[in-house]
Each structure stands twice: as C-alpha cells, then as structure tokens.
C-alpha cells in the first residue's frame, strides 16, 4: 500500500472489524471466491477497504469506484493502489464526467459479481443491454434507494442476474440505518458546526430506520425532535416516542437544525426552504443528495460561502442565512468519517457472505431481486453476539 | 487579520455567540475597559477570540498566551495577529520552555487584569513577589483546578488582589461544565476514533458536572454507563440515574472507554491501567493532562504509536492495546475544537461582565478568591433566556 | 346500568376515547351490525366495556365472557348488566369450572362474529364441530398467543371461517404491545409494590414489542436494564438500545425485577427460579399466566403468603424469598387497570372496524387467518393524528 | 398490633428498608432515646410507622399525628394502635378542627424532641409561649416548606431550641425530592386517571428538585416536558436538558398534564386556570395543598364531581372540564402510597439520625435552624452504597 495515512486508518479500521477478522481468515484458506473478478461501487472510505480487502483473501480479482464524489477518502484509495489484484478509480469530489468513465470502466471489468449501494452500476449494465454482461452472477445491493431501483428494473424485465437486497437483512437496516446513521451523522454536524444541540429544536424528516436513529441520538443530545413524516402510522409511533409530530412546513419555521432521510428527490422543497428560520442549518442522511433542493436554494440566494470545511451559507435575499452542511449529500460522509467501524463490519459481513451465496448459489436463482438470505442474517447476529459476549460485561 | 481559515472560525463563532455580541456592542459604545492592561492565558481557539475582541471593543490593550500547548490553534492564532491592540504568544505543541517565556512576556506586560483558567498566572505573579505586580487590579480564574490554586495562595497569603472563581457562577458549571464538556468531549472521541458508542461500556471517573455531563450523553448514545466516585453522596446520585456505580479497579476491567474528570493527578494510576481491558480507549475531560498517569503508561508500554490523528496506542508486555485519545490532555480541545459556540458564548459572557466588575470595583474588594456576583450570574441567564424565546419555539 | 363505581369508570372511560366516540356516532346512525350476534371474550374492564357499547350501538347483540379470570372487574360488569341486549357471564376470580360454564354460554349463543383474545373461543368452537358454529361469519382475534393457536386450527383443518389477527395491524402491536404494555406493566408494578425502581436492575425476559416497551419505561424509570432473548438478531438490537444482553440464568441472578414477555410456557422454569436472588420481584406481561413456571415455585417453597394486594411471598428452603406480583398472569390487568385508556382505544377501534369488515366481506373471505387491513389500519392511524393535531400543540 | 392490612403494610416495609433494619438494632441494643418523649407531625402510612417503630425501638415513648389529613392511612394507624409506649392520633379526611384537636394533644404531651414536615407543630408551640414548651430539646424538620417557617419563627426571635434542616441533607433533597417524587407521583397519577402519558404534553411548573424528578420521569415515559420557572438560571437548565420553557399561562394552554412543585401557595391561580386546555389533569406535588387555586376553580366552576377514585372533575362556564387529582393535595400520598419505600428509609434514617444527634448534643447547640450535620449526612450515603453494593452487581 502506498498512502501512510490511508494505511493508518485501514489498520485502525481492521482492529476494530473482528468479524471480517473472522470471514477474511476463512476466506483466505479457502479461497471461496477465487476466479471472480468483483465490481465494488461504495463510499470509499477505510471500512469499505478492509471488506475489498476481505473480498480480496477470498481469491477475487476486485475494481472498486467511489459511489458517491463526495465520500471517496483519498488517503485511502491511495492506500489500496499497490495491493496487487485491485485496482481503485475514485477520486474525492470528482467530476461528473469523471465519475461515468470510471462506471464505464468497472462494466469494461467485466465483472462476475457487483456490490454497490445505490445502484448506478446496475443501471449502466441495464442500460448497456445483456449482451454486454456475460458472465455477471449477480449483485449485492446495500441501500434501500439501490432496492428499489432494481426493483425498476426488475419491472421493466431488464435485470438478467440474481440480486440480493441486503438491505433487507435485519442485521443492516436495524443496525447500519439507525445506529449507524444515527450516530454518525450527529458526529458529522457537530464537527462540521461546533453548535451546541442541548436544547435546540430539531426536524426529523422521515421516520424510517434512519430518521428513528437520527431522532433518538438528537434526544440523547439533549435535543427538542420535531418529525415529519408521511406514513399516519409512522407519525403516530413517533408521537409515542415522545416527539413532537409536525407538518413539513410547520417544522421548518421551528427547527435549528433539519435531516432529511426519506430517499425521496426535492423533499426539502423551495416552498419548504421559504419556511426555514435564519441560522438554521440542514443536512441529509438519505442516500442521495437530492433530499434537499440546491438548486431551488441558490436560485433564491443572493450568494453561497463556505464559513468552516463542509458547511455553506446561503444568504437569502431577506436576508436569512441557511447553512448546508456536508453539501447536502450524506452528512455523515461527506462531512466525517461515516459509519462507526463496527457497525460497516456488520453491514459489510452481510455483504462477503452474500458474495459468497451468490457466487455458490447464484446460477439456481431466478433473476430477481431476492431478500437477504435468513440464515446468513442470523449468522452475523450470533457472530456480533459472540464478541459483544467475549469483551462486554460491565 | 491575517489567516483566512482562523478568521472563518472566529467569524463562525460569533454568528452564534450573541451574548458576545450584545456585550460587544455596549462596550464598544462605552470603552468600560480603556486604558486595561488585561493578560489572557486560555485555550487559544476561536471562541476565546471572541472573548479578546470584546474586551479589545471595550478599550483594553490585550496579551494572550495558551493555557495548554495542545488547545492552541495555530490558525486562530494567526488571525488575531494583526489587530492592533492585541499580541499573541502561542503555538500548538509548544514547549515547556516556550510556554514558560510565553507566561514570562505576559508578566512582562504588567496586566491590571487577568483572565485565565488553570492559575498558571496568579501562581507565576506570586513567585515574583508582590512588588512586580504593581497596577494589578485583579484576576478573573474560569476553571475549578484554577480556583484550587487561589485560595491556596489566599490561605498562604500570596493572593494581593480580588480573584472572581468564575466557576462559581452557576451559569458556568452547570452549563459549561455539564453540557458543553459532556458533549464536546463525546464529539472529540467519536471523531478521532470513528468507534460506536451503543452498546459499549464506558467508565465515568469521576462524578462531578463534568462527570454527570460525559455520563448523560454517553447514555444518550446508547453506552452502558459506570460510574466510579469518591464522594458517597454522589456515588448514590449516580446510582439512582441508573448508571452502575464501581470502584475504579473493577470499573476499569469491565470498559470500552474510560473518561476522567476529577481534577486528580494520577487518579487513573499503574494499578488501575493494570486492569484495563485490552482494546480500551482512554481520555481525560479535566482541566490538567495527568488524570491518566502515562509515565507509568509508558514505562510499561514496549511501543508507543499514533494509530489515528490524536490517538496514540500503548501495547503492554502482556499484548493489551491501551489508545489514549487526545494525549490525555483535555480531549475536547486536544482532539476537537472544544466546547459547543454557545456554551463558551456563556462562559466568556460571565468572563467579559467579570473583567468590567473589578475594573469598576476591584479597588473595594478585599484581597481574596471571591464568589461570583449573584446578579451578573443572573443577568447572563436572562440574556440567554431572551435569546432562546427569540429563536426556540418548536 | 347498575353499579355505579362502574359507570363512573366506564364514563371516565369514554370520555378519553375519542376514535371510540366517533365510530359509535357512525356506528349509531348507520346500524352497520343490526342482526348480528356478537360473541366477546376479552377482559372485562372499562375500557373494554366502551368496545361492547360501541358495538352495541352498531346495532349488535352482545353476550360477552372474561378473558382471564383475573382480569375481570366485578363493578364493569355490574354497569354492563341492565344495558338491553348486553348479557355478561364473568366473575373476578371465577373457578375454571365456572370459566369453562361461561364459555359454553358463549358457544350456545350462536355468535355470528367472535371478539377475543386469546382464542380459547375459537378453540372451543373448533371442538365442537363445524356444525354447531352455523351462522358463524368471522373472528377478531387480539393477541399473538391467540393467532397463534388460531393457526394451528387453521394447519389442522380446524377453522371454517375468516379470522382477522387484529395484532397483525401495525396500529395494535406497535401501539398496544409496546407503550400500552410498557407503562401499564410498571404502573402495576409499582402500586403493588410501592418499591424504588430507579438504581434497580431489571431483567427483561423476550425482547418482542412488549418487551421492548418494558424495556424502555424500565429505563425511563431509572434502572439498569438486562435482556434475555433467543433471537440473536433482537438480541443485538437491544444491545445497541444500551441494555445489556445475558443468559436467563445470569440475569435471573442479577435481576430485582423479572418481567416475562415472551408467549412461551414455563421460560422461567425451575432452574431459572434457583438463580433467583433474594428478595426479587417477578412478573408476567404476557398474554398467558404460564410463563413463569409457578407451580414448580410452588414445589419448592416452604410457604406462600400475600404480603401486599397482589402481591404474594414464596419462600424457598434456603432462606431466599420470591415475590410474584399479579399471580403471574398478565400483570397490567391482574394487579391494575390495564392497558391505558387512549391504547384501548386504538386496539378497540381496529376491533370494531374489524368486525365491520367482516360482517361486510366476511362471506367473500377464505376461511382463515387474514392479516389486518392496511386500509383500516391507515384510517386508524389518522385518526389518531386527527385527534393528537387537535389537541397537541406543545 | 391491630389491623391486619396495616401490619401487612408495616412488615413490607421493613423488609425493603435495610438501613432502618441496621438502625433498629442499634437502637434496640443501645436505647439512645430512653426516657425520651418524642413527638411526631408526619404522613401517617406504612414507612412512617417503621420510623416510629425505630424510635421507639431506642427507648422513646412517641406520641403522633398526621402531617396532612388525606396522606393519613387508617389502617397503618390502627395497627400502632396496640403498640405499648406508641399513641396515634390520626384519621383519613380528618375536619380541620380535629386536626386542631390533635395538634393540641400533641402539645400536651410535652415531647422533648419534635419530628416533623410542614413546620405546623414548631408553630404551634411558639404560639404557645416559650414557657409550655419546657422539656424540649429540639427539633427536627423534613420539608423545604418547614425550614422556611422555622427560619422565620428565628428571625422573629420565637425558635427556643435547635432546629435540624433535614432537608438540607444532600440524601434528603437529592434523593427523596428528586427521585421520591418523581416516580411516585407518577405512580399516582397514572393509578388515578389510567391515561397514557406517551405522547402527551407535561408542565411542570417549578424546576427545583422536586420538579427536576418528575420532568425526568415525565420524560422516561414518553411524554414532551414544558417547564415553567422563575428562576433563569435553572430556567435554562431545563432547557438544556431537553425541556421546553414557557411562560406559566403559555404552558397552561398546551399542557395535558399539569403539576406543581413550587411551594408557594396559588402559584397555579385563575388567571392561569383560565388558560388551561379541555380535558387538562392538575395536581400538586408541593408540600402543601394550596399551589392550586382551588378556592378560585371552585368559584368558577357550575359543577364538581368526583370521576374515579381521587379525581374531580370542575366544569367551566364554557364548557371546558378540568380534572384535578389527588383534591390538589400532596398527590403521591393523597393518592397513592407515596414515596417509594427505599427512598423513606434514606430519609428516615436521617431524621432517627438526627434525633439521636439533638439528644447526645441538643443542648450544646444554639436555638437555630441547623444544618443537616455532613458526617450523618455522609454516613446514611454510605449505608445505602454497602447495601447496594451487596444486592446490585447487572
């Protein structure tokens, strides 16, 4: 590896992994994915190097690229260059045209299995037509956005290959969109603010996995949670919960911080925005960067500054400020260092095994998307089980 | 000024300071501080800026050096540097040496005020002897060690002027102490570990404001909590919150993060590392960095390397990995950018309203560690009070 | 209606019943269930008897029975008594021999629809032979338990008519399981025992919506929270949630509260009482008083005595005094009020609306176990929000 | 002892009050008080009667009357009835005239040390003239609201003896206001109205700690806490915690539940009465019965009835109902047990503690309103600490 920082930070992120410990020791004496050349599209950061390089004991050939611009690390893609057998084409903040020719680059790979959230690789492959993916096994997809768009695609009759929705695995969506997430992108808005969240007024939008997290780490901070939220049964837990249920545009008018997690594009809409009170600051920990409308919010902005790394001011011309944190993409990479450790090695534990599955498995599965497998779910519990019980005790 | 990264984050801070700014503004209109000498020793970041400029506003002259080489912020630094009026001496990592000769040109200064926390002034003024303070009018102390320090000079007569324990204002250790310490350090620690907090057991050494602080938020993110106390009283406090109150020892085995905030050297000493789990992370949240002894650290340590930015591993003879976040120094500020905005907007209000009371009456007042004034302590409440009603309503 | 401690509770009742109010207009109005012959088994409280009212006004013919023998409140079905049309068969505390007596009441009723919990009802129906359930059109069924067994009717050949699991509709086992169970348990709990729980351990015996409503008042009360549970993927959740994860026998040993949550017979089986520490308190929140072994208890113990209302001493060979609160039935019922008037409410309306639907479909639907309507699972839920935007403003 | 009930209750108690059981031997061995005549002014039920069984187990004879005519429980009464040395005058609803009656008997009885809350008997005898309270030695006080009236009997020159501050104990005011009344009231609330508190909106008027402990429980159940105090300092501790703060009236108008713990008589008064919501639930949690204005409720209302056990309703001219709990006295004894037993042996101990004091050192001390002593203070901590630490280990 050639990045010292890069590498720095993988170490640390291996340490803390026991269970890709346990799968990448396996994996290496027995080699279950030797012969597969795999297409990795995630956030690039050092957890995600640590599951390539699981992927990579177990005998695959890998070609990674960032999912998301802004969450490529580039210490740690610098890190994974020398490894022989990956090759990595991310760059932090790279371009849009930058970003399809490395999507083009990973379909020219070839690849026999694809893990990726959000699902952009399979589209490209869709949109590519079958003949282009000889040879693809299936792929794993990790978010719910990613889901629903091979679900599309499932619809249309253009996705040609097993996919599993891991996802749909409890062991993710209970644990990585709400502990995760939860965390993660508090620690975000705070380094990225400095701003005390005691007794602020905070929206949640969406009260799905991640907006629960999100919620019960603002009330933990010694927040006020506002949440809006579409699903009347949602809203109803939520008013249980002990927070407060809110109209979109009523929250606005009241919070001092705003996060979107619904996975909906423009939900935090102009209309929205004009309810917004001065000082507030918004952020998004829905997969895509579209939850809150930028385009909308520099339309009506006289001018946009950054005043501290990864946040922006939007002056209106009533002269209110808003501040973007993160850009609006997922807060809690485009602003930190995303997911604590131990929960992507839960989520990306669901993902080796789920390689695995399909690489044994895929050619007896009929082409669609299939949710995650039970038992390998359960494995991963009994394995987070089993070190919790080893170290925890107090 | 002169550095543009320092002079965003002390812009950033007083959009969110607006006690500061109300002080500002009268005191720029009343010059209550012309012809103030006022010597600063504090963590040298951006909120303590504020504070400068205010005093700066109010007519003094100013020299400020840092209270702990690892809380100065060298780009802060650099943008207080080319206001006329005021001098800074300070740079990140400093040497002993350096600090000394730091502390030597503010005594050099002949300051009527100082304001300081950690009582590093009022002790080096009393070495040089009563005659060498002529013109000094008194000393404003923030810290609870600082106040320590005081009254013994006052009980062996080396305390020649009025000192206000601003710790003493309840406006400053219920808030500052509780809120801003117990969310700042949680901050720094998720920042330079990227580790999960739910699930894991954390050690509070410790339970004063601070203490109580790191406790509730620790729970607030979902760790288990213990508490090791000395005082009974508190111990049975902690026990009725719901946290699990142990000696230290048996504490120390059973957690994934131990945090100190009693004031104590060496209060986690070679025999309580002894019993450290392997893998703990360790941080000290008190105002001196030799709560954890890491002499004897390190004389058991065979290697000592930093694994992450602030985090540095100690692996005992016996294979146990220790990390000490932050260098044991305070972790907020060692690894962080320190209390939220608005908590030092607080603290600092209470500064700024104390330096302008001994200016008034520090001549009436008796040469001793005085309580601070009842009335300003509810003045700055109220100014806090108004500026919520203003803003928070959800 | 004649007793009148009953009326006034029953009054007290309905004036917090709010989504019972409106269906009763409608169901006033519009006489959707003239003709019918309902048949209720529940626990004859309050709350319930605004259900049968409801239903009564619907235009039905009622005879209901008790649940539980414990659950029964002798002055509800005194009110219930002189209501025209509304027959009531239950006595607190009544014989098996009487409960069964009743139930064959019930049975030669010739309901057209069952209401019930628990199934013993459908169970009995089943035995009787599908040709003495003619005119039989459909079941509500309310519990876990009870759709289980309903279940195994349906495996076996056994069920002739639609069943709706009530408990499937998100309304009721988010709502009722959780916060319904979760505080009523406590307020039981507490008023029987008059006992401190903050600073107290609390063993959590299943992690299901009932035992994470427990969980979290436990919490919310002040103790230190232990859960015991067999699925590993729950297990992890709860560990995440802050509570610690054990073995029964482990935390049965720890434990100053035991509170079982789990439909499974016997889960505290006589090894599981040997580990019990002196002095503990134990309780059932599930649907059935079996799940802690009591009979095996009994065995064991030299003497029992009640030492508070429903509070009963066992005390063992060696010295160790169990205390089981409520008799080990559902303890919310057996040593309290139940459920909290606005959960029965909800619970109550899916019920109603249930029973609407069947008398409406009820003849189109296959004879078996349906899940709930998500349509009238919706139109709960925002009625719910209705009511909560109406009157909820802080 | 004569009623069964009330032993039942008694042995309860002590059975779950291990430090009066560690008093109780001393005493009984050592009979500090012998020749004592101790007079008792206290909420008559079943912890209070351990109490009195301790005293009496030191060699006092004790003569007692109830505090507050609704906290009296008959039956605890009628089984010290037959206790030889122990006299009661007491009963449930008892006239004011009685009470009078009883307040005098206690008088005649000439005790040497008083044992009280709420300062009536202090009163009383300064009423009296310094000459017929020959033979006293001291007294012991337990509310906020009693030292207060001692102090001002100190001031005007009429406090003769000693008088202990009990509650300036750090185990009383920590312990007992704060979590003794937190979860008790609760207790009794929920017993009272059977309404859920999930979801609802909770005013506490007065963030003492009385009002802190039953924010925090509010909280813990699921409620959304609005604080009303005058304070601006605790003011904004509240709102750092997570509460809202509001105005009294601005409150009164959002708040479901409403409850005082200010100890200042009409602080809820017409004015705000006139604010509050439709279906809103008033209570006290204050010492006295009078922070309510019930007088000015009573005037306005057509009509009062009592709707379940402890509660009543007052309908408004415009239709709006107002229920009150527990008749707007002390609500966790007017309806239910009051405090939880742990929290009564703490506080009890320090008062058998400081009774013992008054006797060994009474005549030393200056005719005052003392200061809990801290060593006792600290002793009663450390008795809790030991007993926990025997029983608590999860």
Known sequence: MGDEQGKQKIAWAQAHMPL??????RFSSRKPLAGQRIGVALHLEAKTAVLILTLHAGGAE???V???????????VGALADVEGIVVHA????????RQANLERLRAFRPTIVVEDGGDVAVALAEHGRGQSAGLVGICEETTTGVERLLQLEEAGNLWVPAIAVNSARMKHLMDNRYGTGQSSWEALMGATNLLIAGKVVL????????????????GLGARVLVAEIDPVKAVEAAFEGYRVVELGEGMAMADFVITATGRPGVVDGAALEQAKDGAVLANAGHFGYEIDLP?????????????????????????????AGRGELVNLSAGDGHPVEI???????????????????????????????????TVAQMVLHTLRETSTG
């Open 20 to 25: 890709q410990s346990m799968l990448g020791e």
């Open 91 to 98: 760059r932090r903040g790279e371009s849009e045209d930058d």
């Open 204 to 219: 949640i939008v969406g009260f799905g996995w991640c907006g629960r997290g999100l919620a019960l780490r603002a009330a």
């Open 296 to 324: 909308a919010l520099q339309a009506r902005a006289g001018r946009v500054d950054e005043v501290r790394p990864n946040v922006h001011v939007y002056v209106l011309p009533d002269g209110r400020r808003l501040y973007i």
């Open 344 to 378: 992507m090695d839960i989520s990306f534990s669901l993902q080796a095994l789920a390689v695995e599955y399909l690489v044994g498995r895929g050619a007896e599965l009929p082409p669609r998307v299939h949710a995650y497998p039970q038992q390998l779910d359960t």
């Open 66 to 76: 960032g999912s998301n611009p802004w969450s490529t690390q580039d210490e740690v």
């Open 62 to 64: 890998i070609l990674a």
